[in-house]
């Protein structure tokens, strides 16, 4: 059963854009937090942003430049990614948590995505 599927990856020149998208099973979405992370080729797994109880966080990285939203009709979750850099490439993972601190750290994810490339050429 897939409770997580994530959409809108792909290659953009840098100081472009990209919208990706998180469709979630109900139940999945109404977990209490929500997020995206990434991954590049031979570094571990860091958080871009997460949602829960209304607020977001942002990785210092991606502050000003990415904005986390949810669209409650489409059990949705939302990244949208703004003048994009060459180190923003990686797999863009959604993920979803029961817990309500809402961390930017991966470990207390336990439901995830397949992921989404994203790759930013300079």
């Known amino acids: 059963q897939v409770q997580l599927v994530e959409s809108g990856g792909g290659s953009v020149q840098a100081g472009g854009s990209l919208r990706l998208s998180c469709a979630a099973s109900?139940?999945?979405?109404?977990?209490?937090?929500m997020g995206w992370f990434r991954q590049a080729p031979g570094k571990e797994r860091e958080g871009v942003a997460v949602?829960?109880?209304?607020?977001?966080r942002y990785a210092d990285s991606a502050k000003g430049r990415f904005t986390i939203s949810k669209d409650n009709a489409k059990n949705t979750l939302y990244l949208q990614m703004n003048s994009l850099k060459p180190e923003d490439t990686g797999v863009y993972y959604c993920?979803?948590?029961?817990?309500?601190?809402?961390?930017?750290?991966?470990?207390?994810?336990?439901?995830w995505g397949q992921g989404t490339q994203v790759t930013v050429s300079s």
């Open positions: 993920a979803a948590s029961p817990w309500f601190a809402c961390s930017l750290g991966p470990s207390t994810y336990n439901t």
């Open positions: 109900r139940n999945t979405y109404n977990n209490a937090c």
């Open positions: 949602f829960g109880r209304g607020v977001s």
